[in-house]
């Protein structure tokens, strides 16, 4: 089991890189950037897979987070756990996950989460699965038990598998989860991340 870790296992995983098969322990990640646990950023063909975190804290004042990755430009990230953790993004366009902050493109399957709270302040977004979807990316397979979500600012919007989702959500279980964000008499423009 790692423990204390102070920054990501990779800065940007790309390729065909792969981080798996990970148990991480009482973490404390906190950024001043994009981070997540196992990496801040991935692309291309990269996969992250098999992540088991419990007791992780994540907190990023300017960038996207998340415990699989902060930004996901291609690629998968499956099978991300997650058991007493919380994941925090301040800023505009800071989104935060569990699995992802924000997916550009690619696919966010398997998360399972218990626990766990996510939360942004500044016109960002916050999910489970991911905080922000763009139309490239699909989000399945989400399971939440006794989490929350919240978001600070009318623009920014909360959710389970997605706070903010332009691609495809399904397959999403939420059981005594809640989601709560500022009241938003609009919705966001498009293109407006």
Do not use: W
């Amino acid at each position: 089991m790692l423990s204390n870790l102070q920054s990501s296992m990779a800065g940007h995983l790309s390729g065909n890189g792969s981080i798996h098969d990970l148990l991480l322990g009482d973490a404390n990640i906190q950024s001043n950037t994009s981070a997540g646990v196992a990496a801040c950023t991935m692309s291309n063909n990269a996969t992250i897979s098999n992540i088991r975190a419990e007791r992780v804290d994540l907190a990023t004042n300017g960038g996207s987070t998340g415990i699989g990755a902060g930004i996901v430009n291609g690629g998968s990230v499956a099978n991300i756990t997650g058991i007493h953790c919380s994941v925090d993004a301040s800023g505009d366009r800071a989104h935060a996950g569990i699995a992802v902050g924000r997916l550009n493109s690619g696919i966010v399957t398997g998360t399972t989460v218990m626990n766990c709270t996510v939360t942004t302040s500044g016109e960002s977004h916050a999910g489970i699965g991911a905080g922000y979807q763009d139309k490239g990316g699909v989000v399945t397979n989400t399971k939440a038990v006794n989490c929350n979500v919240k978001t600070s600012d009318i623009f920014a919007h909360a959710g389970i598998g997605a706070g903010f989702s332009e691609g495809t959500v399904n397959k999403t279980i939420a059981v005594n989860c809640h989601v709560e964000t500022e009241k938003n008499t609009h919705m966001p423009e498009s293109g407006r991340d």
